[in-house]
C-alpha cells in the first residue's frame, strides 16, 4: 500500500454481498456476478469485502447469515489470491474467518469497541481500521451533535489507539477512519474533510469512506447520481492529504489519482 507520490492515496474498492447496500451496484451475490466486479477493480490497492449493510437505518444481520454471504468469497479464494483484502466487519468471528483466509486487514466501523477484533489483528499481525460512529447505524443520524465534532472524533481516537496498543497491535497496523456520514450532520463531514491533517497528525494513516453518500446529494439525486460529486469530494480529500480512500468507483479514481501525481511531480 505504497504510495507513489505523497498525497496519492490507496484506492479502496468496495464490494457488497448484500441485498441492501444503498448502491446497488455495488452489490453482488455469486460467482458471476463477483467476476464481474473484481474485473472493474483490477486497479485497486485493497478490496474491502462487507456482507452487512450499515447504512444509516439499517438493522443488524445475524452472524450466520454474514458467514453464509461471505461463502462466496471464502470459496473462490482463488480468484482473490493476488489482492489485498479487507474485511468490513464488527464481529469477531467474522473476522478470525477471514484472517484464516489470508485477508489483510480488518475494517471495524466501532473501532475496535469489541476488545476480540484488537486482540485478532494482533495475534494475525493483521491491520485493523478504527472508525469512528455515533451510536450505530439505526439510531446514528438521530443524533448528531458535538461540542467540536474534529476535536471530539480526535479524543475517540486517543482512547481507541491506546486501547489497541495496549492489546498488542502494532503502531504501524492502524489506520484510522473519522466515519463520514455515520453519526454525522452534512457540515459536520465537511469539516472532516477539510480536517484531514488534524486527524494525520496523530501519526497514522487516515482513510476517509465518502462515494456517493448522501451528503453529496444535489437536487435530492439518487446515489446512482453521484459520481462527479464523490470525484470533486474524494479530490479535495487527497489535497488535504488522506491515505486510503474507500470507493465505489476504481476506474474513475486512478485516473483522479494518476491525474494528481503528474501535477505532483511537476510542482
Known sequence: M????????????????????????????????????????????????????????????????????????????????????????????????????????????????????????????????????KGNPSVMQKNTHYDNVVDDILYYFEKRITKAIDLGVSISNIIIDPGIGFGKSLSDNYKIINNIKRFKSLGFKVMVGLSRKSFLSVNNDTPLDRLNATICANTIAILNGVDIIRVHDVKEHVVVKNIINNFMKNK
Open 2 to 133: 505504497q504510495n507513489a507520490v505523497n498525497n496519492t492515496p490507496a484506492i479502496m474498492g468496495i464490494l457488497n454481498i448484500t441485498p441492501d447496500s444503498f448502491y446497488s451496484p455495488s452489490r453482488l451475490s455469486d460467482i458471476d456476478s463477483l467476476k464481474e466486479k473484481l474485473s472493474l477493480m483490477v486497479n485497486s490497492d485493497i478490496i474491502d469485502i462487507g456482507a452487512e449493510s450499515t447504512r444509516p437505518d439499517s438493522d443488524p444481520v445475524s452472524l450466520k447469515s454474514e458467514l453464509d454471504r461471505l461463502d462466496v468469497i471464502f470459496d473462490n479464494m482463488n480468484i482473490l489470491k493476488d489482492k489485498v483484502l479487507s474485511i468490513d466487519t464488527y464481529k469477531p468471528e467474522v473476522a478470525r474467518r477471514a484472517l484464516e483466509n489470508k485477508f489483510h486487514i480488518i475494517n471495524d466501523i466501532y473501532g475496535g469497541q469489541n476488545e476480540e477484533n484488537l486482540i485478532l489483528a494482533s495475534d494475525f499481525n493483521a491491520k485493523i481500521i478504527l472508525m469512528h460512529i
